[in-house]
Nanobody, 130 residues
Framework: QVKLVESGGGLVQPGGSLRLSCVASEVFFTAYAMGWYRQVRGKSRELVAAISADGVSPNPSGFSTKYADSVKGRFTISRDDAKNTVYLQMNSLKPEDTAVYFC????????????????WGQGTQVTVSS
């Protein structure tokens, strides 16, 4: 059983920044693609960003990333496999970014983008308000 634990949420003013972290218990973390989703009460969960496992992509970085249009240019997903951790750096935050943010892990980037059968964290609240 893979356990994912998020942290880093909180209250921030519009225009501010937060960095979310998700630590995985799984020793095979390096083989998993990872993603961040968010959910507002009463609405369905939406993909914010996703990152492939290392070496999957022909990109110089070795990673492929995907972003929701609403966060492109403001959010950055990254991972540190030595620490079994995936990050979401959120800049220029807006009130509409307010949500519970969830970490998700699965065996491929395609499966992270259409989650089914993978692993979810418990979520961390992000509130953007003045």
């Amino acid at each position: 059983q893979v356990k994912l634990v998020e942290s880093g949420g909180g209250l921030v003013q519009p225009g501010g920044s937060l960095r979310l972290s998700c630590v995985a218990s799984e020793v095979f973390f390096t083989a998993y693609a990872m993603g961040w989703y968010r959910q507002v009460r009463g609405k369905s969960r939406e993909l914010v960003a996703a990152i492939s496992a290392d070496g999957v992509s022909p990109n110089p970085s070795g990673f492929s990333t995907k972003y929701a249009d609403s966060v492109k240019g403001r959010f950055t997903i990254s991972r540190d496999d030595a620490k079994n951790t995936v990050y979401l750096q959120m800049n220029s935050l807006k009130p509409e970014d307010t949500a519970v943010y969830f970490c998700y892990g699965d065996h491929s980037l395609v499966r992270v983008m259409s989650p089914s059968g993978g692993y979810w964290g418990q979520g961390t609240q992000v509130t953007v308000s003045s």
